[in-house]
């Protein structure tokens, strides 16, 4: 959770469920519920991998669909970074159920800057914000396609300044947003449908100087970069072609 100021509404006696926490779940989760992956390699996959210890006594396992709770069980519900991995047909049943066992809410996800940034195989959705509306749209062939993964490939290579990056523009890669009775969320058919202008307008703000980065992280970006650029020409062109455009270049020069 990158916001946890905005998690406001829960009062003392509020009894709190939090939707697939991982290790790490939310302090005032009384209980979690987790899907029950067919293997550990999904698990990994969907939910990342972590060396922290998981207290389990308060884990609910399931298969999905329906939640194993009665109607209203819970006052909040915590939904944070599961809306991306949730499938098109499971969806609507997935947000029924959310404000079936709770009146009250917060959820989070990762933006579609992120995922350009990011391309997380788990996540089959790209969301954005529209007129006060978390917006999804299925990640498409041009979000998905071989020249979007080679451009992504530095960026894995960069963990652990990302993550200064992530933590320090949160509001740049992530969504959340408190709700009551109802979640609304939009589906569209195009990423270019998925932010209002106000919203662009504002992320615009947030990347109008590149040099505002840490300073580790922004060099270590320009590194990387050069880095996945010649990646990019081998993955493409084959082997040896980052040694015979060097050559071409060379004799241009002359």
């Not at 905005?6 to 006696?13: E, L």
């Not at 100087?209 to 020409?233: D, F, H, M, Q, S």
Request: aromatic share 12%; with cysteine.
């Amino acid at each position: 959770m990158f916001f946890p100021e905005m998690v406001t509404q829960i009062k003392d006696h509020y009894r709190v469920l939090e939707i697939g926490p991982g290790a790490l779940p939310h302090p005032r989760a009384d209980v979690a519920l987790e899907l029950d992956y067919a293997s550990e390699e999904e698990r990994i996959r969907q939910r990342g991998e972590s060396t922290q210890k998981v207290d389990t006594s308060n884990i609910v396992y399931f298969n999905g669909g329906r939640f194993p709770f009665d109607d209203m069980q819970f006052d909040y519900v915590i939904c944070s970074h599961v809306l991306e991995h949730i499938p098109p047909e499971g969806l609507d049943e997935f947000l029924s159920e959310l404000q079936r066992v709770a009146p009250r809410g917060y959820v989070e996800v990762p933006n579609v800057f992120y995922e350009w940034i990011c391309n997380a195989s788990a996540h089959i959705w790209a969301a954005g914000w529209n007129n006060g509306t978390l917006t999804l749209c299925l990640k498409n062939d041009t979000m998905n396609g071989p020249i979007a993964d080679a451009y992504r490939h530095f960026f894995y290579t960069t963990e652990p300044r990302l993550i200064e990056l992530f933590r320090k523009y949160r509001d740049f890669f992530f969504i959340g947003f408190e709700w009551e009775e109802t979640v609304t969320v939009a589906v569209v058919d195009h990423v270019n449908d998925l932010c209002d202008g106000p919203y662009l307008e504002r992320m615009k703000s947030v990347r109008a100087n590149p040099e505002a980065l840490p300073p580790p992280v922004y060099k270590a970006a320009l590194r990387c970069t050069k880095r996945g650029v010649a990646w990019t020409i081998q993955k493409l062109l084959g082997d040896g072609s980052l040694q015979r455009i060097k050559q071409i270049l060379k004799v241009g020069r002359h």
